[in-house]
């Protein structure tokens, strides 16, 4: 499966330059032209990595970085700017950003880059994804055993996909469509409940002997593993 970058800068002649080398490379592109706009598209698409400008109206980079990581998006992130002000680097850095190049650049630096926070994403994934934790729900994807208060959850194999792209996206709002192409790979017809029938179930199972809902539905937009009301 292709990569996907999201890029996210007000600049057309930057967006232009860099869509076709990141194309050119065989990455999927999507583009946002302001900070809303970015915002938008990382709830209902799902990036593999973000290249974020700074320097937008409105709505900065820095902000744009800030509401990622406190929404709970772990998605790598390499900040553009043509501040090469050393304060300005560490800003971005401490909002949560894993990498920075100061304007303007060689498009091969930047490839590396993405390159490199592709690979240090999968390295990560590799090393932690087997077992995953949300409150007290656990998830081994190895042993397909799912456990919530100390108790052992029986799950459907389509059940458990589901709750374990829930939880590799915790506190993100999926949308149908994606669910729909990472679980079941194909588009269902519009009169299809299929995916509500399954969010049904994994609730019951999740929630029986008391437990909160932690699989909530974000109406118009998808659904979202969160554990606050």
């Given at each position: 499966?292709?990569?996907?970058?999201?890029?996210?800068?007000?600049?057309?002649?930057?967006?232009?330059?860099?869509?076709?080398?990141?194309?050119?490379?065989?990455?999927?592109?999507?583009?946002?032209?302001?900070?809303?706009?970015?915002?938008?598209?990382?709830?209902?698409?799902?990036?593999?990595?973000?290249?974020?400008?700074?320097?937008?109206?409105?709505?900065?980079?820095?902000?744009?970085?800030?509401?990622?990581?406190?929404?709970?998006?772990?998605?790598?992130v390499l900040m553009?700017?043509?501040?090469?002000?050393?304060?300005?680097?560490?800003?971005?850095?401490?909002?949560?950003?894993?990498?920075?190049?100061?304007?303007?650049?060689?498009?091969?630096?930047?490839?590396?880059?993405?390159?490199?926070?592709?690979?240090?994403?999968?390295?990560?994934?590799?090393?932690?994804?087997?077992?995953?934790?949300?409150?007290?729900?656990?998830?081994?994807?190895?042993?397909?055993?799912?456990?919530?208060?100390?108790?052992?959850?029986e799950l459907t194999?389509?059940e458990f996909e589901?709750?374990?792209?829930?939880?590799?996206?915790?506190?993100?709002?999926?949308?149908?469509?994606?669910?729909?192409?990472?679980?079941?790979?194909?588009?269902?017809?519009?009169?299809?409940?299929?995916?509500?029938?399954?969010?049904?179930?994994?609730?019951?199972?999740?929630?029986?002997?008391?437990?909160?809902?932690?699989?909530?539905?974000?109406?118009?937009?998808?659904?979202?593993?969160?554990?606050?009301?």
């Open positions: 499966m292709r990569s996907t970058i999201l890029i996210i800068d007000d600049d057309e002649k930057i967006v232009s330059m860099l869509r076709r080398g990141l194309a050119f490379e065989g990455y999927e592109v999507m583009t946002a032209a302001n900070g809303a706009e970015g915002l938008n598209k990382m709830l209902t698409a799902e990036p593999d990595v973000v290249v974020l400008d700074v320097m937008m109206p409105q709505l900065d980079g820095f902000e744009v970085c800030r509401r990622m990581r406190e929404g709970g998006s772990t998605v790598p553009l700017t043509a501040k090469d002000e050393v304060e300005n680097r560490v800003k971005g850095l401490d909002l949560g950003a894993d990498d920075y190049l100061v304007k303007p650049f060689a498009l091969e630096e930047l490839l590396a880059r993405v390159r490199a926070l592709l690979r240090r994403k999968t390295e990560q994934q590799d090393h932690n994804g087997h077992r995953l934790t949300f409150e007290d729900l656990q998830l081994d994807n190895e042993s397909r055993e799912v456990v919530r208060g100390g108790k052992r959850l194999a389509k589901l709750l374990h792209l829930f939880m590799q996206n915790p506190k993100r709002v999926l949308s149908r469509d994606l669910i729909m192409d990472k679980i079941w790979g194909y588009d269902y017809s519009g009169e299809s409940n299929v995916l509500e029938v399954y969010i049904a179930m994994l609730r019951q199972k999740t929630e029986q002997d008391g437990g909160k809902r932690l699989i909530r539905t974000i109406r118009g937009a998808g659904y979202i593993l969160r554990g606050d009301v």
